[in-house]
Every structure is written in structure tokens, then in C-alpha cells.
């Protein structure tokens, strides 16, 4: 019994889960629970089981006599995310420096110089982009060799994923060198830290411009705390 509990409360969760990564769920949208659970063909209980984890990962939020909705970014939020992310990718990449062996950076290499030609060849196919940019990120964490590490790593970037799939990415928006990965992986395969640092930063300040920019562009991120 338990089991089943267990698997249609996993169900439900990665279903939830994905709609609002796809942002089918939009930001603000309340999340009423009989008729999600209606939805869902499920129970309450299980559907409960799934808000929490989804709560857990910060994609979802309870507001007090109002229930529970997609959690909204306010660009506050959304900074603080991102100093997050920038934090801990900063570690991954030195440590992926540190740890990983040749063979493991020359398959890196492979990953990247395919992101970036099809970065170039289709920089409006957003969704492709940001899973393809998302799984070279994820194997640079990987081979940091650090479990807690890479953990908080997929939490930072599921939640930064939100905003970013909700963008439309147009071609003037890049402002980057035209092989941002690559560049990052020759660093990473110089193993000069100062060098590997440096590289990351850069890639990850440009992205938070870019995406903040075009967030803003199309309402996407709330005004400030404190403004209205
Ligand atoms: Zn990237």
C-alpha cells in the first residue's frame, strides 16, 4: 500500500513538476488541490506529498489564507538565485579542474563544441538550448566529485531554470564570445584556476544580463520589494 502511495505521489510530482519547468503553470497561478488531484486522476493524499517536494525545491510557494501557487520571482529573488548559482558553479568548475581526468575533459570538449554549433545554428530553439546548456553544466558539477556540491548544484538550476525557459531567446540578445563553452572547457582543461575562475564568471554574468533583460522585457519577473 505504501508503495503505490509512494510511486502515484512521485507521479504526481514529476508531472507538476514538469508543467511548470514548461511553464504550462505559470508563476502566480494558484494551485487549487481537489481539482489538481481531480486532474491528476489521484487522491489528496499523494497530491499533498507531491506539493511538499515540490515546495521543498522553492518552485512552488504556500501564502497564508490563500493556499499554494507557482512561486513568483521578484528580480530580488531572482539575484539572489543567480549569486547562488554563480557561488557554487564557481566551486564545480575549480574543482572539475582539480578532479577531472583528460579523458573525462576531452568528452567535455566533444559536449561543448556541440552546444555551441547549435547554439549558433538555432538560437531561437530556447527550450533545446536550455536543457542541452543545462546537461554540460550538470557534468561539470558531476566531475567535481562532490555530492553536496552537485546537489545543491541541480537545486540552484532547476529553480533558475524556471525563469529561463519562460524566455524567449532572440539571436541579439547573446553577447558572448561566439564559443562560450568551449572556452570554458579549454579553461578547465589549462587546469589554471585564475583562468577557470575567470571564465565561468564571465559566462554566468552574461547570462544573468541576458536573462534578467529579457525577464524584465516581457514581465516576466515582478517588480522589486518595495516598489509597486
Ligand atoms: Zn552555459
Known amino acids: 500500500m505504501e508503495m503505490v502511495l509512494e510511486t502515484t505521489a512521485t507521479r504526481a510530482y514529476r508531472s507538476l513538476r514538469h508543467r511548470i519547468l514548461n511553464n504550462d503553470l505559470k508563476p502566480g497561478q494558484q494551485l487549487p488541490q481537489q481539482r489538481l488531484a481531480k486532474q491528476l486522476g489521484i487522491g489528496t493524499v499523494p497530491l499533498r506529498e507531491a506539493m511538499v ?12 489564507q490563500w493556499g499554494a501557487r507557482v512561486r513568483v520571482w521578484t528580480l530580488e529573488r531572482w539575484q539572489h538565485l543567480f549569486d547562488l548559482r554563480v557561488a557554487i558553479e564557481l566551486q564545480t568548475a575549480r574543482l572539475c579542474a582539480e578532479r577531472a581526468t583528460d579523458r573525462e575533459l576531452e568528452e567535455l570538449m566533444i559536449q561543448a563544441s556541440e552546444l555551441d554549433a547549435f547554439l549558433d545554428a538555432t538560437p531561437q530553439d530556447f527550450s533545446q538550448i536550455a536543457a542541452r546548456d543545462a546537461a554540460l553544466h550538470q557534468r561539470i558539477a558531476e566531475l567535481a566529485r562532490s555530492p553536496l556540491l552537485l546537489e545543491q548544484f541541480e537545486r540552484a538550476h532547476v529553480l533558475g531554470q524556471m525563469v529561463y525557459l519562460t524566455i524567449r531567446y532572440t539571436a541579439d540578445v547573446i553577447q558572448e564570445p561566439p564559443h562560450p563553452h568551449v572556452d570554458l572547457v579549454k579553461a578547465l582543461a589549462s587546469r589554471n584556476l585564475n583562468l577557470v575562475r575567470e571564465t565561468m564568471q564571465w559566462h554566468l554574468e552574461c547570462a544573468r544580463n541576458e536573462v534578467q533583460a529579457q525577464a524584465k522585457e516581457w514581465g516576466l519577473i515582478g517588480p522589486s520589494e518595495g516598489e509597486e
Open 53 to 64: 517536494r515540490l515546495e521543498c525545491e522553492g518552485l512552488v510557494e504556500s501564502v497564508p
